[in-house]
């Protein structure tokens, strides 16, 4: 705060030490003076305005959006088939077993990525940071396993320590991915 009241007074003195000392006034010398005073003026009120509205002891996050916890798109498919959208398999008979499977929830949606896909919409508001063992049966035809990997994001900030899928893996074969996305293809094949 000191700092900033020290910018001031420099500001204001450097004002009044660059009035035109000569005695016929000309009236550009005038219009650019004041032009320069009003710019040295709005520099300093904003800088002061900054200064002020600065304080580390304190983070706002009311206006930040925070990634909430993933969610697993799975678009199945056997022979090239989608076997979900031409009904070979209903939300009736899918299920997952393993690790917290009761905190686990199943539906069928469509979503967009490259194209409209329908699949298995995995949801888990409970995310703990720990690898899932879990096991993704399609009636009693296959059963699917499936590791993920679940690791908290960084501490601090508005939006840390939040759920993050790190690895998944199906049947052995990792899955990518890519930058936080959580879509992917099951081949039964």
């Given amino acids: 705060m000191a700092s900033a009241v020290?910018?001031?007074?420099?500001?204001?003195?450097?004002?009044?030490?660059?009035?035109?000392?000569?005695?016929q006034?000309?009236?550009?010398?005038?219009?650019?003076?004041?032009?320069?005073?009003?710019?040295?003026?709005?520099?300093?009120?904003?800088?002061?305005?900054?200064?002020?509205?600065c304080n580390d002891?304190?983070?706002?996050?009311?206006?930040?959006?925070?990634v909430g916890p993933p969610v697993l798109l799975i678009e199945i498919l056997?022979?090239?088939?989608?076997?979900?959208?031409?009904?070979?398999?209903s939300i009736e008979d899918i299920s997952i077993s393993g690790t917290d499977q009761e905190t686990f929830i199943l539906e069928i949606r469509t979503w967009t990525s490259l194209e409209e896909i329908t699949g298995?919409?995995?949801?888990n508001q409970e995310w703990l940071p720990q690898v899932y063992e879990l096991t993704l049966n399609l009636g009693t035809d296959f059963s699917i396993p499936m590791t993920i990997d679940i690791e908290r994001s960084a501490s601090g900030g508005c939006c840390g320590g939040i759920p993050r899928i790190d690895e998944i893996t199906v049947n052995g074969e990792?899955?990518?991915?890519?930058?936080?996305?959580?879509?992917?293809?099951?081949?039964?094949d």
């Fill in 120 to 123: 298995l919409f995995v949801n």
């Fill in 25 to 53: 006034p000309n009236p550009y010398n005038f219009i650019l003076f004041k032009s320069l005073s009003m710019k040295n003026s709005f520099s300093f009120l904003l800088l002061f305005a900054l200064l002020l509205s």
């Fill in 78 to 89: 056997e022979d090239g088939e989608n076997v979900i959208e031409n009904d070979t398999y």
């Fill in 6 to 23: 020290e910018a001031l007074v420099a500001v204001v003195r450097q004002e009044d030490g660059s009035k035109s000392s000569s005695k």
């Fill in 174 to 188: 990792s899955q990518d991915i890519g930058n936080g996305g959580s879509s992917f293809t099951i081949n039964l």
């Fill in 57 to 66: 002891d304190e983070l706002d996050c009311s206006a930040v959006l925070c």
